[in-house]
Nanobody, 120 residues
Framework: QVQLVESGGGLVQPGGSLRLSCAASGDILSINDMGWYRQAPGKEREMVAGITSRGNTNYADSVKGRFTISRDNAKNTVYLQMNSLKPEDTAAYYC??????????????WGRGTLVTVSS
């Protein structure tokens, strides 16, 4: 009933920038928290950035100062502006939304992911 669709991934050179978007749709009552996670093959999934409905943000130390998370509550969309990209940023990026769906069901939805490759 609820799905998240990421977009904006691709191939970029080190030092370049990408902007990821994730739009949530479906039977959504409210979305409280949204975030971005990433996972590279053979590595653990890690939280990259999160944002609350009030706009409070947090970042992984590895991306702090380079990435900026934002959201458009009216569109149920979260963004991740990624600057000064490094090869170690290469991963599949997934967005996550937590809140409430219809029927009082807790919402914890994941997108299918978008691949970011940083290579020269």
């Amino acid at each position: 009933q609820v799905q998240l669709v990421e977009s904006g991934g691709g191939l970029v050179q080190p030092g370049g920038s990408l902007r990821l978007s994730c739009a949530a749709s479906g039977d959504i009552l409210s979305i409280n928290d949204m975030g971005w996670y990433r996972q590279a093959p053979g590595k653990e999934r890690e939280m990259v950035a999160g944002i609350t409905s009030r706009g409070n943000t947090n970042y992984a130390d590895s991306v702090k100062g380079r990435f900026t998370i934002s959201r458009d509550n009216a569109k149920n969309t979260v963004y991740l502006q990624m600057n000064s990209l490094k090869p170690e940023d290469t991963a599949a990026y997934y967005c996550n939304a937590k809140g409430w769906a219809t029927w009082g069901t807790a919402l914890n939805a994941w997108g299918r992911g978008t691949l970011v490759t940083v290579s020269s």
